[in-house]
């Protein structure tokens, strides 16, 4: 079987992005975003998803963190969509849900070319640590419009900020995972009647 991996790397004049990705990894994880908390989630994918993620980014974080934390998910999403190739033999769809303590996330996803988001998350505080909740969903925008993906996150319940983070990026790892995962029945096939995804 051929290795899904891919490197993608993106400069602008805010941001310098390298993002290398395996889909059939064992879940290692590096990253140098000069971000913590936003390491710490993507080490959860990577984790949960059984990825091995190498993340390194350079940006303009004297103005603050938004630029950064976008444009890492958007590279994400250019190298998940170029490991995944053509798309044949994969499950397409994925699911999950995640418990921490009193949080509790689901995450629906479909590798189906269109990018869309559907975030419904409403967190406690304004900040967890010095990192913005709001730019969450950023990074999963930036994420979804590059890999094509058709992405939906809902927070069903939670109290503290970053257990309900913890379940959105465990759930996104898992139902990921679940996802690019090949059917042994279908190796040839795109898991499409159009005949494209």
Do not use: C, W
């Not at 590279?75 to 170029?82: D, E």
């Not at 304004?126 to 969450?136: C, N, Q, S, T, Y």
């Amino acid at each position: 079987m051929t290795t899904r991996s891919a490197s993608v790397a993106r400069n602008t004049l805010e941001t310098q992005i390298e993002v290398s990705i395996n889909l059939d990894g064992s879940g290692q994880f590096n990253a140098e975003t000069g971000v913590p908390f936003l390491d710490h989630m993507m080490d959860q994918i990577a984790r949960h998803g059984l990825f091995d993620l190498n993340v390194k980014a350079n940006g303009d974080l004297h103005i603050d963190a938004h630029h950064t934390v976008e444009d890492v998910g958007i590279t994400i999403g250019q190298a998940l969509k170029k490991a995944l190739g053509d798309k044949k033999g994969v499950v397409r769809y994925g699911h999950a849900y995640v418990p921490l303590d009193e949080a509790l996330s689901r995450v629906v996803l479909d590798l189906s070319g269109r990018p869309g988001l559907e975030f419904d998350v409403t967190f406690t505080r304004d900040k967890i640590g010095e990192f913005d909740v709001d730019l969450f969903y950023e990074f999963f925008q930036g994420l979804v419009n590059h890999a094509g993906i058709t992405l939906h996150i809902d927070n069903l319940k939670g109290r503290n900020a970053h257990h309900i983070a913890e379940t959105i990026f465990k759930a996104f790892g898992r139902a990921l995972r679940m996802a690019v995962s090949l059917d042994q029945r279908a190796l040839e096939q795109l898991p499409s009647t159009k005949g494209a995804l």
